[in-house]
């Protein structure tokens, strides 16, 4: 059974910065499956963050993130990360790992397994 746990959410100033991980089981074929970072606020929907290739070399971000955050993935420890740098009080939200086998996968639905979140919140 596939199981991606996060880590590293917490409670930060705004600009402060935070490093959020997520180690897939070893029964993930992890370097075959897109990784995504989504977040869900209160009271809104989930939201794609960005995402990493199988191999690192291509990674996607929303809008609103880019230039901010930055994901990555070390393979050889099943894990992917989210740099987030400039915290603002809007990117608090409860962030989610996800693993696709879809290519160009952003939207939740197109992510196979996901896993349990990390509450991150960045106060004023």
């Known amino acids: 059974q596939v199981q991606l746990v996060e880590s590293g959410g917490g409670v930060v100033q705004a600009g402060d910065s935070l490093r959020l991980s997520c180690t897939a089981s070893?029964?993930?074929?992890?370097?075959?499956?897109?990784m995504g970072w989504f977040r869900q606020a209160p009271g809104k929907e989930r939201e794609f963050v960005a995402a990493?290739?199988?191999?690192?070399?291509?990674?996607d971000y929303a809008d609103s993130v880019s230039g901010r955050f930055t994901i990555s993935r070390d393979n050889a420890k099943n894990t992917v990360y989210l740099q987030m740098n400039s915290l603002k009080p809007e990117d608090t939200a409860i962030y989610y790992c996800?693993?696709?086998?879809?290519?160009?996968?952003?939207?939740?639905?197109?992510?196979?397994?996901g896993g349990q979140g990390t509450q991150v919140t960045v106060s004023s």
């Open positions: 990493i290739s199988g191999s690192g070399r291509n990674s």
């Open positions: 070893s029964s993930l074929p992890f370097t075959t499956y897109r």
């Open positions: 996800a693993a696709s086998s879809v290519l160009y996968a952003s939207s939740w639905h197109e992510y196979d397994y």
